[in-house]
């Protein structure tokens, strides 16, 4: 279980200025390196409660552009209670058999109804059920109160009916602070770029030692 990582390196000079252009290029290396990365918008989303208690799970990234990182999930959650107390955020990419790692530091804000809405509208049947089944992170009494009210649900909104989205669900929003690309390399010298964002000035990148 001692691996070397032997990948081309990661140059100052190669990088974009913006670090959402190199997310999105790495994003794509991802998803198209075959038998690599199983589900490269999978994400450990670390959040902590307002007495700095941390927390992490995987949730999944559901699009990226310039002003951020959006996942789904219920607002009544363990990390969106947390959120509301303290909006600092940190998202880990471990696109391991890449022997690469991205890492996100920013604070999430829900987004728009209607962005949940439209997004809520593309999801399977069965997903949109199960988002209403499902209090979030709730302790359920058996495996059968969750089955129960899946059925109730799936008696009322039958297949190919119109389901509501669920007023307690939504995306988040990521608005990144800094964004960390890491490429292991040989000897443990591994390459760690980080872009750091400078009030009104845009980007800023740094070398991290590894
Ligand atoms: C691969 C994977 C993808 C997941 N995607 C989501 C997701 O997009 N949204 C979500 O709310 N939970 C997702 N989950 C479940 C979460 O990890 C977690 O169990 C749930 O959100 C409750 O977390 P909380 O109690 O800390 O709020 C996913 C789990 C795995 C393993």
Known sequence: MREQYVTDGLAEAALPGDPLEQFALWFKEAARATGAVHEP???VVSTADAEGRPS????????FDERGFVFFTNYESRKARELS???YV??????????RQVIVS????????????AYFRTRPHGSQLGAWASAQSSVLTSRRELDRAYADLAARYPEGEQVPAPP?????????TAV???QGRSDRLHDRLRYVREA????????LSP
């Open 106 to 117: 920013g604070t999430a804000a829900r987004v728009a109804r209607e962005e949940t809405v």
């Open 168 to 176: 307690n669900w939504g995306g988040f929003r990521v608005t990144p």
């Open 56 to 63: 992490s799970r995987t949730v999944l990234l559901k699009g």
């Open 200 to 207: 009104g000035q845009g980007w800023h990148l740094e070398r």
């Open 41 to 43: 918008n999978a994400m």
């Open 90 to 99: 940190s998202l880990l990419f471990p696109w391991h058999p890449m022997a």
């Open 180 to 182: 960390e690309f890491w």
């Open 85 to 87: 107390a303290n909006p």
